[in-house]
């Protein structure tokens, strides 16, 4: 008799015996479940495996459609391979990196031997919806790093060889689809078919790649126009030119030849300069415009970013430069002018949304704004948050012709923040962790991870949170973020990106041993396991060599600025 093996299945609390080393493909239909979704990958003891995976032991299952994050990125993951697979069936000697989220999509950055045009996107198209319906299973298969890192030099993928050689694993995972090989970081599809929506766009000199929309899964993301978020990240990649780093091997790479005080030292440079740049551009304006009508000069900054985007540093740091600018700065804090607990909005659970642009009182903060601006003084508010009541302060301010206004927060952007204020009167600033490096060519780095792990460090060095309620905040915070920053991120003035090339290394350090408090018998473990394994692929380096200026610091500890 086939020997059997206990499955508790999370979705319906029942407990079934499956043939030992069944895979989680076969285990589906034997649940008697019927999501209404099929399921592309699931929670085996927490960990996030594909539905290739096979038990051999008993297990926790649960189950994932494509509407979890998880699945998801499965499902993404999926359709970068199957868009490798076209162009190279399509073009000899093609180039692919699968590059940064924009759009409501992914940039696709293809080297052909021509421009790229939109005969093209439609050729890849089509060849992608052929490998789709043709129905082709995607296998996975393990094999040694040394045979794995020889494959993958024959098929002169040098990024995928750079990260094999430099993370010193005996055993490497690589999939396949009809004699295509490919090397992906987390789990895949188990077919072609399941990938039933999809877009591709030319996008500028490259391509766009379209996902199902994480709330409406039957959607595509819509398109939405961000020309000055994706110029920025197009500034950074010449960054990254200079330095020679583009990919996680690149950086394994200089960590171990020892050059990394060179590369701290160019990438916070690049930084401020780029800061600097920005108060040059507010410096210029005020002066432009004062020559020609000084009641629409620039009175005040805002500053906006999501969460631990490094938006008080760049704050601290913005304000040294119009210093050097002869401009002086004057700090508020939106957080003032927070209205009564009472009088806030509440959430679809009944909790008050402090969130919500209108938990602000902003008829109070454009009346005092339109008031400094005329030259007139006021008393700021103070928030009192132990009894959630707005006090008058006792702070009185005058705004003189050489001073400005630094304001930060989350709805800096939002043009109801100040709709009363003359526009031209404010400068508006979005910075966010924008990260540009790859893991390799065909796998990138979700930006979220990046501040998630500064997340996750700063609230249990500063405010004693652990990493488990940190991860089980981040979805709430993330679903404010969408609806309160992103938005707007195209109203900015000027966009900086405070990720730091090197910032993955250092941080590695703190974030390593607070991921792995995290227990395995919690929903959280599931993504504290999926961020422990992405850092394991970085080699470390020692915080001591950032200065006590970095961005980082913020979050890390050590900093010359008080926040």
Not at 306 to 327: E, H, M, Y
Not at 388 to 409: A, F, N, Q, Y
Not at 448 to 473: C, H, M, P, Q, W
Request: proline content about 5%; charged content about 25%; glycine content about 6%.
């Amino acid at each position: 008799m086939e020997e059997q093996v206990r499955i508790y299945c999370r979705n319906n609390g029942q407990t079934i015996s499956v043939p030992m080393g069944a895979t989680l493909e076969d285990i589906y239909p034997l649940t008697g479940l019927q999501l209404e979704r099929a399921p592309v990958l699931a929670h085996v003891n927490n960990k996030v495996e594909g539905m290739h995976y096979r038990v051999y032991n008993p297990r926790e299952v649960e189950f994932l459609d494509i509407t979890s994050t998880s699945g998801l990125r499965a499902y993404t993951r999926s359709l970068f391979f199957v868009l490798c697979k076209a162009v190279h069936d399509l073009y000899d000697d093609a180039k692919v990196s699968i590059d940064i989220p924009v759009s409501n999509g992914y940039y696709v950055d293809l080297r052909l031997d021509h421009p790229v045009t939109l005969d093209d996107a439609g050729r890849i198209r089509r060849r992608m919806q052929e490998i789709i319906d043709a129905a082709l299973p995607i296998h996975r298969y393990e094999t040694t790093t040394d045979e794995a890192i020889r494959m993958f030099t024959e098929l002169q993928t040098f990024s995928k060889v750079k990260l094999l050689k430099s993370i010193g694993r005996i055993y490497t995972t690589y999939y396949e689809i009809d004699g295509y090989i490919d090397y992906y970081y987390g789990a895949l599809l188990t077919n072609t078919s399941q990938l039933y929506l999809f877009g591709l766009e030319k996008y500028y000199d490259g391509l766009l790649l379209r996902t199902p929309s994480a709330e409406h899964p039957d959607e595509l993301g819509e398109m939405t126009h961000q020309d000055k978020m994706f110029g920025i990240f197009k500034e950074h990649h010449r960054w990254q030119d200079i330095l020679g780093i583009r990919a996680i091997g690149d950086l394994n790479e200089v960590i171990d030849k020892g050059y990394t005080s060179q590369l701290i030292q160019i990438s916070e440079a690049l930084q401020e300069k780029k800061i600097a740049q920005i108060a040059d551009e507010i410096a210029r304006r005020r002066s432009a415009s004062s020559s020609l009508n000084p009641q629409l000069t620039i009175k005040v900054v805002l500053i906006a970013g999501p969460s631990s985007s490094g938006k008080t540093t760049t704050c601290k740091r913005l304000s040294v430069q119009l210093a050097v600018n002869g401009i002086k700065p004057v700090p508020i804090s939106l957080d003032d002018y927070f209205l009564d607990r009472d009088k806030t909005p509440r959430d679809a659970k009944g909790d008050y949304d402090f969130e919500h642009l209108h938990a602000l009182n902003l008829p109070l903060l454009n009346e005092q704004m339109t008031a400094l601006f005329r030259g007139e003084e006021v008393e700021l508010p103070r928030y009192n948050f132990q009894a959630g009541k707005s006090e008058m302060s006792g702070r009185r301010l005058r705004l003189h012709d050489d001073e400005v206004l630094v304001v930060e927060g989350i709805h800096a952007l939002n043009p109801e923040l100040m709709s009363q204020v003359p526009q031209e009167q404010i400068f508006r600033v979005y910075a966010s962790a924008l990260t540009t490096l790859l893991l390799d060519h065909h796998n990138y780095i979700p930006t979220t991870d990046n501040r998630l792990l500064r997340r996750i460090i700063r609230d249990y060095k500063y405010r004693g949170v652990s990493a488990v309620e940190t991860i089980r905040r981040w979805p709430s915070v993330r679903a404010g973020e969408n609806r309160w920053i992103f938005p707007y991120q195209e109203n900015a003035d000027a966009m900086f990106n405070t990720a730091m090339l090197f910032e993955l290394a250092v941080i590695k350090r703190q974030a390593e041993p607070l991921l792995e408090q995290v227990p395995e018998n919690v929903p959280e473990y599931a993504e504290a396991y999926r961020l422990l394994k992405f850092l394991r692929y970085i080699k470390p380096i020692p915080e001591t060599q950032i200065p006590p200026t970095s961005l980082l610091r913020e979050f890390l500890g050590g900093s010359s600025f008080r926040y």
